[in-house]
């Protein structure tokens, strides 16, 4: 029995990703075996190109899938290859036997499949809310009317933008399950998926100078503090800023965790003073040094950033501190989080004059494939826009800082 990797060309998607495919070969003959997997580039091999984006990772899954199925071979010789077939894709890939397996089960093997954490988790939100609204839900059930009492159920509790991004990955598994030959029912034919425009929020230079200087309580000072620094970072993502082990040559420097986009910034006093403050050991900032996974300070961060603004005092009628009233610095209608940073700084740059290719750059939109030549003289121009905003803020006078 031997085990061969086939790219199937002939099946590329619009993306240009190419299905790797198993060629599995005994003495009763051959046959194929989609892996899930996808790839820019043909190989043949048993590692995926070096040119393959999250290399590492697909070449393990393939991997453990070219074992799995190597052991079913040898422990199950006795079978023709249409069982066998039919075993591997049971038991390795879950396909082939849908009976008794829901669509909460597969959106849950597609988030698995994943090689972005972030995007596996969007998948495995959606698998729950599924199982609550339906857990008997498959492939057979699900139908035109079942989307559309999914969204009215979910009318009540959930936003318009998170109902459709949970139809869109109901509809991609579906996509691929019909690819797989796991069904042939496609319920979305017919069936519109809503969208609602998204409120970008921003703080004009005022407002940014406002929660600077806000005063607030000792335990609060290091959300309002990193929240300024992601703004003298050009509002760069938490996630880049919180899994930064360090500066380089007194910049920060790094690639986008999003779109792997280079990120190289000037790193001014203002910001320098805050990195010194909450300095850590193994990371550049102190929140993550007993923490391997940043989302969960960044839901702490994203919380206590709504309750920067007045506080007040309420007491009982002995006149024993009963609790803090938080109330918001620009209103509890606003939703203040470490995104407002990056919208704001490029809404302010654009507001002193700073042209929109200078901002994209800012915002490490455009830093692709660039000679070493270009990098220099752009790094140039992102140094002059972000200082020229700093300086924009810092002649704004407050009342806190009078």
């Known amino acids: 029995m031997k085990l061969y990797i086939y790219c199937d060309s002939t099946k590329t998607n619009k993306d240009g990703c190419i299905p790797v495919m198993l060629i599995v070969k005994n003495n009763k003959g051959r046959f194929l075996i989609n892996t899930g997997l996808t790839t820019k580039e043909k190989f043949t091999g048993r590692e995926f190109p070096k040119s393959e984006k999250n290399r590492t990772a697909k070449t393990s899954a393939l991997g ?33 036997n849908v009976k008794g397996k829901t669509l909460a089960h597969y959106i849950r093997l597609y988030a698995d499949s994943m090689t972005n954490r972030g995007t596996s988790e969007v998948y495995l939100r959606t698998a729950h809310r599924v199982m609550s609204f339906d857990d008997s839900a498959t492939f057979e059930s699900v139908d035109r009317n079942w989307l559309e009492n999914y969204k009215s159920h979910y009318n009540k509790t959930l936003k318009t933008n998170t109902i459709s991004i949970d139809l869109r990955n109901i509809r991609t598994v579906f996509n691929r399950a019909i690819d797989d030959e796991i069904t042939i029912k496609y319920p979305f034919r017919k069936f519109k998926i809503a969208s609602e425009r998204v409120i970008i929020r921003n703080l004009d230079a005022k407002q940014i100078a406002q929660f600077r200087d806000c005063k607030v309580s000792s335990w609060l000072e290091i959300y ?14 938490a996630v880049d ?14 690639k986008r965790a999003k ?67 938080y109330h918001p610095l620009f209103g509890k209608d606003f939703q203040m989080t470490t995104y407002v940073a990056r919208y704001s700084f490029a809404s302010i740059a654009a507001s002193i004059g700073i042209d ?23 790094r140039s121009r992102v140094d002059k826009a972000v200082r020229a905003v700093i300086e924009h803020v810092n002649g704004i006078k407050t009342i806190d800082n009078k």
Not at 84 to 92: F, Q, T, Y
Not at 241 to 247: I, S, V
């Open 356 to 378: 929109r290719e200078t901002i994209a750059l800012c915002l490490s939109h455009s830093w692709a494939d660039v000679t070493d030549h270009y990098i220099n003289y752009d």
């Open 241 to 254: 800023l919180l899994m930064c082990k360090g500066l380089t040559n007194g910049r920060f420097v790094g």
């Open 64 to 96: 453990r899938y070219l074992l799995k199925v190597e052991e079913i071979c040898l422990l199950n010789s006795e079978l023709d290859n249409n069982k066998l077939k039919e075993k591997i894709n049971s038991e390795v890939f879950s396909k082939g």
């Open 259 to 325: 779109t792997g986009a280079m990120i190289d910034l000037p790193v001014e006093k203002e910001a320098m003073d805050i990195i010194n403050k909450y300095k850590g050991k193994d990371y550049l900032l102190s929140p993550m040094d007993n923490r391997s996974d940043y989302r969960s300070f960044e839901r702490i961060w994203n919380d206590n950033l709504k309750k920067i603004g007045k506080e007040e005092k309420a007491k009982d009628k002995v006149g024993k501190l009963r609790k803090i009233i």
């Open 224 to 237: 309002r503090d990193l929240f300024m620094l992601d703004f003298y970072l050009c509002g760069v993502n």
